[in-house]
């Protein structure tokens, strides 16, 4: 066990519907990061929060929005399903600013049929 | 062209051989990160580093910052070291503290 926790570990959803992703950080870690891996694309980043602000965005969709709670925990929410969204989501934590190394979750596997 | 390239994509080798995963990037960095992911999807940090050399176990992380090159080295392979290697970065901190990916390498080692 890692320290992070995600849920739920896999999730099957139709086309045009909307999921939430959750994430729970290593104790005492701010920062919250959302990656998504696809065979196509590989690791990529979608966004980060620190203590409960948006901190950076990446090559996330307009369709998917997240937010970090004041217990840390963060949600990842994809709406409008598309195929093309089927991808692993993982979540990692980071303990500050500092030259710090990240830990990861085990990671969502989304799959839209 | 991708800002972190890995090289070999694939590597197949026999148990006990020396194995060495190349890693390069584009500009500058504040650190560069080797992670594990075994085929159950779950990713492992191995190590971090900025400058010199690191060593745990049976691995062996280097990086040379002038020329912009990292290498994962890993002595005695098992088959359990079987997996997908992947090199990541942090680019300077006007990029933030997120992660660039190199695309991975997927070593298989037989017994």
């Known amino acids: 066990d890692s320290g992070v926790t995600q849920t739920p570990k896999h999730l099957i959803t139709a086309t045009g519907q909307r999921v939430t992703l959750r994430c729970s950080p290593r104790s005492g870690d701010l920062s919250v990061y959302w990656y998504q891996q696809s065979l196509d694309q590989g690791l990529q980043f979608l966004i980060q929060y620190y203590n409960g602000e948006e901190r950076a965005k990446g090559n996330i969709l307009e369709r ?8 840390l925990h963060s949600e990842l929410n994809l709406s409008s399903l598309e195929l093309g969204d089927s991808a692993l989501y993982f979540c990692a934590s980071r303990t500050g600013t500092g030259g710090y190394g990240y830990t990861f979750g085990s990671g969502t596997r989304l799959t839209v049929v | 062209k991708n800002e972190v390239e890995q090289s070999p994509q694939n590597l197949t080798a026999q148990e006990g051989e020396f194995i060495t995963i190349n890693c390069s990037y584009s500009v500058g960095i504040s650190a560069l990160h080797w992670l ?39 002595t005695a392979s098992h088959p359990r070291d079987s997996a997908v290697y992947i090199c990541a970065v942090r680019f300077g901190e006007t990029s933030g503290s997120r992660l660039t990916f190199g695309e991975g390498t997927q070593l298989t080692v037989n017994p």
Do not use: Y
């Open chain 1, 64 to 71: 998917f929005s997240a937010q970090q709670f004041p217990d």
């Open chain 2, 36 to 74: 594990q992911q075994h085929p159950g999807g779950g990713i492992v940090s191995l190590f971090m580093l900025s400058s010199g050399k690191k060593k745990h176990g049976r691995l062996i992380a280097t990086i040379n910052i002038q020329e912009k090159h990292s290498s994962l080295h890993i």
